[in-house]
Each structure stands twice: as C-alpha cells, then as structure tokens.
C-alpha cells in the first residue's frame, strides 16, 4: 500500500510503501476513498500543541516512525477477518477514528474517546493519509448511507466534535438560550446540529463580521462581536438574564472570559477549542452564580452515530470540500498551515 508518512517531527511527509495489512480476527481492511485533512494534523506533525503563554504539550510519544496521519477516514470495505465475516466487501463506511483499548472503565461505559490507552487512528495508530487502512472491528464502521463520501470522514471529526459539545450544552437550556462563541468550522457544525436538536434561540459571537453574517444565514437569532465592549451586556439584555449555556468552539483565556461573563445563573460553559491561554475566576463565583464550567473532547461511538442520523435527516448543510490526491498531503498541510485553505481539503487515495 502507499502511504504519506510523518518520518520526523517538523518535516514533511514522504511518500512511503508497506505491505497491505492481511487482516485476521474482528479487523477490518478499508481501501481509503477520502481522508479529510484537519488542523490537529499540524500539531502531531509538530510533535506537540501549543497551550499559549509558552506552554507546550509534547505529544511526540508512542509514534514509530514512519506513522500514517490522518483521522477523517471513509472507504471501501476490501477485506474482513473470520470474525468480522458480517461485513460486506465493497461496502462504504466512515470509520470512528476515536478508538480505546477495549478493556478499561472508561471504554466499557462507551467513553472510548477518553481511554487513556488509545489506538487512534491516525493520532496513535496509522490513519488515513494512505490506500488503506486497518479498522479493528466492525463496530468503528457507520453507516454514510446517503452522505456525500468526502464529507463522511470529517463529520467524524468537526461534526462529532460540534455535536458532542452542543448535545452537552443543550441540557442547560432551561435557564436561558444558547451561545455560541467562535464560529470556524466546528462551531458552524454546532450551529447547525443546535438548531436540529433544540428549539432555543442561538446567539452567536464572532469577531469577524463574515462569520456574524453566515451565523445569520444559518439561523442564529442575533450575532454579537465580542471585540465590542458592549457585547456581554447586550447577550444580557437579549437573553434576559443570560446565556443557559455557551459553548466557546475558540478555546482561548479570552472567547472562556467572555462566554462565562455571559452565562446566566445556574448556566453552563462548554469548553471545546483549543487555541490556549490561562483563565482565573474567583472560587466563590462558581457557587454564587451555580456556575458549571466544563470541557467537551470530540464525542463517542453512540453520539457519532446520533450526529450521522442528523445529517442522514438532512438537518446538516454539507460544508465546501476541495479534493487532492494522495501525493499532494503535504502540501495541503502546508497551505492549511499557511491559511490558504477555505472549507475542507480532503485527500483521495
Ligand atoms: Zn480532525
Ligand atoms: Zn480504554
């Protein structure tokens, strides 16, 4: 099989060649059709994330090179084990990337995605950016059925993740409406997922006016620009009291100070981005005001399946896709890197 292969943190990828995987037991052998590219690609490319303020986050460990990124994966079904014989060959899935070891507390109550012994693919074990690749059980296999293929893959990544954290604000909703602070691409997913699965209006705030008028067109009440000294108390005055919940898609010390000084009491903040920084609030706060301050990490098996049947429902509008092939990875690294990419760039193996 061939292969664009991260060979040394900080470098390019190179092309490389390996023996297709004879599969045996409950893996599975998917041929590739699609592999989105994603920005957390750039930091594993690095060898660490950076949390702001100098702080580093080393995520170079348990990688042998060389190692096959790429974590939005659909494809073909090419060939199964004995144990997976249910599986028909031919047949097109999006595989859940986000796979646990299987044995722990974490993976038997369906939180695979937070196991702390990951076999990711393409993060901990070889992805995408290849001709195939190795699924260890059916059951990472879903179902697209009616979803364009060079989607499947990155729902699988901005769609879970968006859903996941909307689905967890929305149980806030009774003390006021949703807020929705940054909308780059996982937040224009949970923007759409919100309106299909509450009825809550939706504000939305952004510092760039194209994103507050493309809130607009996908049905958010009122946008807001959190530059503008006055936001907060305008999300106040329009929300009549506060946000029930706000979800901070952007992930910095100052999207999480602005989302919590705009949650009413008894709200919630969903903390999904991840551009870094350090946040302090005064303990008592979080008391007084019935605070709940919360992280959200892409989303399960169950909820992967959940968000699909919302895009199979046609409640999801399908985001801008631009196709390359398997040899250009690399330089469709580099230009998401550079900021030259608009929507999603996903590789064709
Ligand atoms: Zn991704
Ligand atoms: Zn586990």
């Known amino acids: 099989m061939l292969r664009q292969s991260l060979v ?7 092309s490389t060649e390996a023996p297709t995987p004879a599969v045996s037991g409950s893996e599975v052998l998917l041929r590739v059709s699609h592999c989105g590219v994603c920005h957390s690609d750039l930091h594993l490319q690095d060898g660490y994330f950076d949390l702001g303020g100098g702080q580093k986050l080393d995520v170079s460990a348990n990688r042998p090179m060389p190692f096959t990124l790429g974590h939005e994966i659909a494809g073909v079904v090419e060939a199964a084990g004995a144990d997976a014989a249910a599986v028909k060959q031919g047949q097109r899935y ?30 901990t074990v070889d992805g995408g950016y290849a001709t195939h690749v190795v699924v260890p059980d059916p059951r990472y296999l879903l179902d697209v059925t009616g979803i364009a293929p060079e989607i499947a ?3 699988m990544c901005s769609g879970l993740t968006g859903y996941s954290a909307i689905k967890k604000a929305s149980a806030y909703l009774r003390a006021g409406p949703l807020l929705i602070v940054g909308l780059g691409g996982v937040g224009m997913m949970g923007l759409q997922f919100a ?9 939305v705030a952004d510092i760039d006016p194209q994103k507050r008028a493309a809130a607009l067109r996908l049905g958010a009440s009122e946008v807001f620009d959190p530059a503008d000294a006055g936001a907060r108390r305008a999300i106040i005055k329009a929300s009549g009291g506060g946000a029930g919940a706000a979800v901070d898609f952007a992930g910095s010390d100052k999207s999480l100070n602005f989302a919590q000084g705009a949650v009413a009491k008894g709200g919630a903040v969903v903390i999904v981005g991840l551009i870094g920084g350090s946040f302090s609030l005064p303990v008592p706060m979080f008391p007084l005001r019935a605070l709940t301050i919360m992280g959200s990490y892409v989303g399960s098996l169950a909820e992967a399946r959940d968000m699909l049947a919302l895009v199979q429902a046609g409640k999801v509008a399908p985001i801008p896709v631009e196709l390359r092939p398997l040899a250009a990875t690399n330089a469709a690294l580099d230009d998401l890197r550079a900021g030259r990419v608009v929507g999603r760039v996903v590789i064709t193996p």
Do not use: F
Request: charge should be positive.
């Open 8 to 14: 040394e943190y900080a470098k390019p990828l190179k």
């Open 94 to 123: 999006a595989a859940y990337p986000w796979i646990g070891c299987g044995k722990c507390a974490l993976c038997a109550r369906g939180d695979e995605h937070l196991c702390n012994a990951p076999r990711v693919l393409g993060v």
């Open 153 to 155: 893959g990155a729902l």
């Open 195 to 203: 309106r299909a699965i509450t009825d809550a209006p939706i504000l």
